[in-house]
């Protein structure tokens, strides 16, 4: 199948409004599954206990699915962010992808990410794994499906030896990715072939791929009834990947607008590091609907630090799912950032599940024109000397709205939780809106929590003072802008990212 065409009629898909039938317009995205599954998943799963679980999975979820609808303003998780926009489209499937040529594709790396897995459509890209260093020993960057060339264990004397062989694999790899030695062949080949069919790493994924608390979220839901492939990362015990990982997920144009599932689980054992950028982009203008999902799993005095930044079309409709289970001792960090999309939301979902846990969240959401954007956060304390920091900052121009809602439960059993979150939001413009809701909810007697969220505009007095320093009053506009910015900017640990997207924050407004 061509993927062109989705199996769901045009007339079913848009008439979803007109009949008021939010549940079968989620069917009808339901629908258009069927256009990958016997091109793409029957095709790259050729393990049979793989073929089953994820169809048992797949119809669990499904079921789900059949039982929801498109949410409302009516539903109190949903009363801010009005839908209706994402059901006056017509999706078709986004398989297979239209490919992104390599030049183009180069003009999305980040050139400290070592390795890095891209996505188009949420299905793997051609030439997805590239990586310029050698892995620590155990570590696994892969899809989930995609077969890769399964080599014999031996090799590494096999390239030692056949210096033709090794001429050849090194000639098949992309131009952009410089010859290779034979022990950074030789890793890359044996962490490839650790797919979802090897016993090892099926188990892996069966005990953590859709356990996550609100897996029945309907979005969620339909992410793991239709996702194509997904990407996995697993990071060993006590392995320390200092150089970032690059997930890259690419929308590409299709003759409609199309939908995609990007799917990602990350296994992070006991006292391993590891540095994640997982970004969502575009390099055309158009519609399309990306509803991904990804779900991090940080071991016993392990060290997840996450970037997510998402910079879709302003057309596009982005609703995500960011779910996190952290073990004992371990820390947390995610730096969000989203200024793409007409109309986005990310659900980030921590869940803190041993003592003297560490959880810090980072968000900046930069909008203009009309575009909504909304951020819903959770984080869950279950045990004691658990602590969160969290800031999340909103800068909101012309008849843009920005959403903010930002839960902390702190139960009983979860004494001397220290917990501290902050709302700040700028408004640049008198049409600009912003909905902020900070909650907290506490039932144990000793802990240490505060919430707090501001609105403002630029300061009159501090542009009229740059101005009074020589700088233009746009120009002091700019810059003071990109100072209310710097606090979760600064936080990027991936220097040329960080340039990037203050750049970005220079330019957007």
Same mark, same amino acid.
């Given at each position: 199948m061509t993927g062109q065409v %989705?199996?769901?009629? &045009?007339?079913?898909? =848009?008439?979803?409004? $007109? #009949?008021? &039938?939010?549940a079968a317009y989620l069917k009808s995205l339901l629908d258009?599954?069927? @256009?990958?599954?016997?091109?793409? +998943?029957d095709a790259n799963t050729e393990d049979a206990g793989t073929n089953a679980w994820l169809q048992d999975l797949r119809d669990r979820a499904t079921e789900v699915v059949l039982k929801s609808a498109i949410p409302s303003t009516r539903d109190?998780?949903?009363?801010?962010? @009005?839908? %209706?926009?994402?059901l006056e489209n017509s999706f078709s499937s986004g398989y297979p992808a239209s490919k992104v040529n390599e030049a183009e594709r180069q003009r999305l790396p980040l050139s400290e990410a070592k390795i890095r897995l891209t996505f188009e459509n949420g299905i793997p890209a051609g030439s997805e794994f590239e990586i310029r260093a050698?892995?620590?020993?155990?570590? +696994?960057?892969?899809? /989930?499906?995609?077969r890769e060339r399964k080599l014999p264990p031996n090799i590494l004397e096999m390239l030692t030896e056949n210096e033709e062989t090794f001429t050849s694999i090194n000639a098949s790899l992309p131009s952009s990715i410089p010859p290779l030695k034979a022990e950074e062949l030789a890793t890359v080949f044996n962490t490839s072939e650790s797919l979802a069919g090897t016993e090892d790493v099926r188990r892996l994924l069966q005990g953590h791929l859709a356990t996550l608390a609100g897996t029945e979220d309907v979005f969620t839901a339909l992410n793991t009834a239709s996702f194509t492939d997904a990407a996995v990362i697993f990071v060993p015990k006590n392995v320390d990947v200092s150089i970032p990982i690059q997930l890259l997920f690419i929308a590409t144009p299709r003759d409609r607008a199309s939908i995609a599932?990007?799917?990602c689980i990350v296994v992070a054992e006991s006292g391993s590091k590891l540095t994640l950028i997982e970004e969502y982009v575009t390099l055309y203008d158009g519609a399309y609907f990306t509803n991904p999902v990804t779900e991090i799993w940080v071991g016993e005095n392990a060290e997840v630090n996450h970037t997510r930044i998402q910079r879709d079309s302003q057309e596009a409709f982005h609703i995500g799912k960011t779910a996190v289970s952290q073990a004992r001792d371990s820390r947390y960090t995610c730096n969000a950032i989203s200024y793409g999309a007409k109309l986005s939301r990310h659900n980030l979902e921590v869940y803190q599940t041993g003592e003297q846990t560490e959880t810090t969240l980072n968000g900046l959401t930069l909008i203009g024109d009309e575009q +909504?954007? @909304?951020?819903?956060?959770l984080i869950s304390f279950t045990k004691p000397h658990g602590t969160s920091h969290q800031i999340h900052k909103c800068i909101v121009d012309d008849r843009a709205h920005a959403v903010f809602n930002g839960k902390i439960l702190v139960p009983k059993p979860a004494q001397l939780t220290d917990a501290g979150q902050l709302s700040s939001t700028l408004l640049l413009s008198e049409k600009a809106r912003v909905d902020t809701k900070p909650q907290l909810e506490i039932t144990a007697d000793n802990v240490k929590c505060a919430h707090g969220a501001t609105v403002s505009q630029l300061d009159s007095d501090e542009v009229f003072y740059l101005q009074s320093r020589?700088?233009?009053?746009? %120009?002091?506009? #700019?810059?003071? =802008?990109? $100072?209310?910015?710097? &606090?979760v900017l600064k936080e990027i640990p +991936?220097?040329? /990212? #960080?340039? =990037?997207?203050?750049?970005s924050v220079r330019n957007h407004f």
């Open positions: %989705s199996t769901v009629s &045009d007339e079913a898909v =848009t008439n979803g409004k $007109a #009949r008021g &039938d939010r258009l599954r069927s @256009d990958f599954k016997s091109s793409y +998943v109190e998780e949903w009363r801010f962010t @009005d839908l %209706s926009a994402l050698s892995l620590p020993e155990g570590l +696994v960057v892969s899809s /989930l499906l995609k599932h990007p799917r +909504v954007a @909304d951020t819903h956060s020589g700088i233009d009053a746009e %120009s002091a506009r #700019r810059l003071l =802008t990109y $100072a209310f910015a710097y &606090d +991936v220097p040329s /990212l #960080r340039d =990037t997207l203050a750049q």
